[in-house]
């Protein structure tokens, strides 16, 4: 069974960059059918796509942050990435990796979540 | 993108039915059949509970039913359980691979 990790600081200084990895293990990055989704949710807020990223290397984004986000992929360590940057108080939320499937366009699979405070 | 509407709160007595509406547009809901919701338990990851409007995943009760119309879809809990306390949200593809959550919708089982 696919199971996703994320891992990364917990604590980001404002206007520096947040810079998450998220690990697959239990299946391969590189299948045709899904791509790998990064969402974030503000403590007692919605969810917030963020973006994702086909194993081909392209990427798609949330227009409000697109300007501010990296999302890559590394087929030989069944990883993918989120970089966000010039962070702010806003940007204080927990941050979900994801599985969409492709063409289906819904979730199937995700991580367990980490928390990320932007605080000096 | 905007965000899909939600009313933020949604409640019922056990054994009774409650509908949840989600309402965007026609350049996500209205667009196309790949509306999905998720059950999200306090501290927990969300969990798929319908997808592509009706479709059910396996596990999921067939208490939790889709529809759509228009610009706006629906989640209909039946018979109410005290489990199914939770946060819902919806999802829909906004084009270019994107997806637009909905806002969530607490729902409580008095």
């Known amino acids: 069974q696919l199971q996703l990790q994320e891992s990364g600081p917990g604590l980001v200084k404002p206007s520096e960059t947040l810079s998450l990895t998220c690990t697959v293990s239990?299946?391969?990055?590189?299948?045709?059918?899904?791509?790998w989704g990064w969402i974030r949710q503000p403590p007692g807020k919605g969810l917030e796509w963020i973006g994702g990223?086909?194993?081909?290397?392209?990427?798609y984004f949330n227009p409000s942050l697109k300007s501010r986000v990296t999302i890559s992929v590394d087929t030989s360590k069944n990883q993918f990435f989120l970089k966000l940057s010039s962070v702010t108080a806003a940007d204080t939320a927990v941050y979900y990796c994801?599985?969409?499937?492709?063409?289906?366009?819904?979730?199937?699979?995700w991580g367990k979540g980490t928390t990320v405070t932007v605080s000096s | 993108q905007s965000a899909l509407t939600q009313p933020p709160s949604a409640s019922g007595s056990p054994g009774q039915s409650v509908i949840i509406s989600c309402t965007g547009n026609?350049?996500?809901?209205?667009?196309?059949?790949?509306v999905s919701w998720y059950q999200q338990h306090p501290g927990k990851a969300p969990k798929l509970m319908i997808y592509?409007?009706?479709k059910r995943p396996s596990g999921v009760p067939d208490r939790f039913s889709g529809s759509k119309s228009g610009n706006t879809a629906s989640l209909t809990v039946s018979g109410l359980q005290a489990e199914d306390e939770a946060d819902y949200y919806c999802?829909?593809?906004?084009?270019?691979?994107?997806?637009?959550f909905g806002g969530g919708t607490k729902l409580t089982v008095l």
């Open positions: 994801a599985r969409p499937l492709w063409y289906h366009y819904y979730i199937d699979v």
């Open positions: 239990g299946g391969s990055i590189s299948s045709s059918s899904y791509y």
């Open positions: 990223a086909y194993y081909s290397g392209s990427t």
């Open positions: 026609r350049s996500d809901v209205g667009g196309y059949n790949y």
């Open positions: 592509e409007v009706t």
């Open positions: 999802t829909s593809y906004a084009g270019s691979n994107n997806l637009v």
